[in-house]
């Protein structure tokens, strides 16, 4: 694949993994309203960036999350392994 | 459910084909603190929780540790990927080769295969956090030891960050040690009873919870 879609991946894989942390903060911290604002405003980003890609490349997740061009595009797209 | 996201929680990166090094980052896929571990031992521990943030916690720490396995395959297979035959003949990597190919299958670094025996469920929410607590400071220890083992930059940017992954979940989990001890204690607090009472109570206080929060 292109040093774009690489880009493209890594752009949302770095808001993942900061939802991810913030996931985590709030499970023991759920009172704190700055860590639920963060984790919003991150949300905001990563659904962006999540409509992108799947316009882009197909989709992102399994069993419904996202729409695909003919042909079924899931089974073309790269696996984290393969990159 | 569980749904499959198609990338990696950090880029794995591999700088060298040394399978040499896959056959030790194998500890962590197949090991006694191992990633593969730690994901069934959360998600196994999730039902009797009497909080239901606690129920939340080991759910998502137990995905997340679903996807540090996935990374710690990642390297082991990028590790043997296209390594020729000549150099896996003479290296530690064979004997896993002689049955497995280039597959990244779990087992530790000395070979012994995957076992359920390596993590436990007790029913009881305080023992259980402390296993969980441990089993994080006994990932690091490992990770520090891999560090140390490898001279391949790329995997040890991956192992630093599952390294500090470990050093969070160690965090959060101690964050529900005190809330579920402060839950359970208030309320045994609230009932005079004796001991052999109070071990029923517990029992009874995750029986309530059960219902409350089905």
Redesign the interface.
Known sequence: MTNRYNDD??K??AL??AI??L???L????DSEQALQDYHKLLEQFEAAKKMYIEKYG?????G?GKSRFPWQWVN?????D? | ?F??????????RVDSTNPALAELILEQLGGADGEMAAGMRYLTQRYYMPLP?AR??LT??GT?ELSHW?MI??IV??LVEHAPIEKIKNSPYAAHFADHGRNPFPHNAAGMPFTATYFNAKSDPIADLHEDMAAEQKARATYEHLIQLSDDHGVNQALSFLREREI??FQ?FG??LD?VQDYMYSNRHKRNRNNRENLIMDHDIIMDNNSRYR
């Open positions: 991946l890594e949302l894989m993942q993994f991810v942390e996931n985590l903060f499970d023991t911290h759920p989709p992102l997740v399994n069993f999350y797209e790269p696996w984290p392994w990159m | 459910m749904l499959y996201q198609k990338t990696l929680e950090f880029p794995i943030e939340a916690l998502d720490i997340e996935e395959a990642t297979w990028k969070v979940h959060r964050e529900m809330k």
